[in-house]
């Protein structure tokens, strides 16, 4: 059964010797369980309004965000590992790298109504430290 939850996303990078960039946005998504996974589905808003499509599964041990539109990504999440995935812009493709430091996910179940995922990563692009990532969403269930 899907339920309908309300979203609040905040992303920030942080790159040595340089202020952090952080950007947020508020959404609406979908959040269902199919076997034993549970998954959450949004949209993300961007300044050039591009669609990019999230997906983020959640199986009790590892995170996997899906990002697909403009931006295709693939990349998984397990607290103290190195993960692999993929990056693919219209023009290019690229190997990446979580080293994630930090994985926490409370989702919004049974009679919780809020949640929040948080997840604190070092990711590689093609093999190059791209910064240190923060992921934080709120998560909560409006029906």
Do not use: C, N
Not at 18 to 25: G, K, L, N, T, Y
Not at 37 to 61: C, I, N, P
Not at 75 to 83: G, W, Y
Not at 94 to 123: C, N
């Amino acid at each position: 059964m899907k339920r309908k939850v309300k979203i609040s996303f905040q992303t920030t990078t942080f790159i040595q010797g340089q202020q952090p960039d952080a950007f947020s946005f508020d959404t609406e998504g979908d959040l269902y369980i199919k076997g034993s996974a549970s998954y959450l589905r949004f949209k993300e808003t961007h300044a050039h309004k591009q669609d990019v499509f999230s997906t983020m599964k959640w199986d009790g041990r590892e995170l996997m965000l899906i990002r697909q539109g403009t931006i295709i990504m693939r990349q998984s999440f397990l607290a103290k590992e190195e993960t692999y995935g993929r990056y693919v812009t219209p023009e290019a493709s690229w190997e990446t790298k979580a080293r994630t430091d930090t994985l926490l996910v409370q989702l919004p179940t049974g009679a919780k109504q809020k949640g929040r995922i948080y997840v604190r990563y070092q990711f590689f692009l093609q093999g190059q430290l791209t910064g240190e990532h923060e992921i934080r969403l709120a998560v909560e269930r409006i029906e």
